[in-house]
């Protein structure tokens, strides 16, 4: 069945970076589209950036434009996300997640969660 397992949350300071890692198994990774969301308590769940299943097209949130980058290494399964000039705002579990189709920007399936936290 479909796992996605991210990695590389922590504690870090305004400022810091940080790269998150989904280690994807379970299905044929290269075919599907993949996206970072986050959530933090008593909100939904956002759309933080969005990557085809080319790695052609990315799409990100206007809050971290600029600032995160979204890629792919469909020889390893991988899907990263890189976080930088983080700010406290940014706090939040960040989640990985697997499209519907390749081009899909509907997730169907999500990692157990990574949680970042951002000190001022």
């Known amino acids: 069945q479909v796992q996605l397992v991210e990695s590389g949350g922590g504690l870090v300071q305004s400022g810091d970076s940080l790269r998150l890692s989904c280690a994807a198994s379970?299905?044929?990774?290269?075919?599907?589209?993949m996206g970072w969301y986050r959530q933090v308590p008593g909100k939904e769940r956002e759309l933080v950036a969005y990557?085809?299943?080319?790695?052609?097209?990315?799409d990100y949130a206007d809050s971290v434009k600029g600032r995160f980058t979204i890629s792919r290494d469909n020889a390893k399964n991988t899907v990263l996300l890189q976080m930088d000039s983080l700010k406290p705002e940014d706090t939040a579990e960040y989640y990985c997640a697997k499209s519907y189709g390749a081009n899909s920007r509907d997730m169907g399936s999500w990692g157990k969660g990574t949680l970042v936290a951002v000190s001022s």
């Open positions: 990557i085809s299943w080319t790695g052609g097209i990315s």
């Open positions: 379970g299905f044929t990774f290269r075919l599907f589209a």
